[in-house]
C-alpha cells in the first residue's frame, strides 16, 4: 500500500502504553532508507543517492525487484519502486 494509506487507529491499549490519544489514525510510512531514497529526489531508474546519517548508506533505484548477495533490495516509498543498496 502507498505511504499515507490509513490503516488503522490507535487502540485504548496502545494509547495507554504510548500516551497518544485513542481513535489517532494510523497511515503506513516508510522506512528511513526509503525516505532518504525520495528525499534525495532518487524518484525513478538512473538516480542514486548516498544518506549520511548514523551509518553512511547508498542505493539506486529501479522499477525492477533485482538480488544480488552484495546487495539488499528494499521496497520502495513509491509504488512500483525498489532501492537498492550495499549490504
Known sequence: MPPGT????VTEDAAAAT???AGTPVAAGAGDGQAACLGA???GPGRAYVN???AVVGGTVSTRYLTDLANRTVAGDILGRVCSRPR
Open 6 to 9: 490509513l490503516i488503522g487507529s
Open 52 to 54: 549520511l546519517g548514523t
Open 19 to 21: 500516551g497518544l490519544r
Open 41 to 43: 529526489g532518487a524518484t
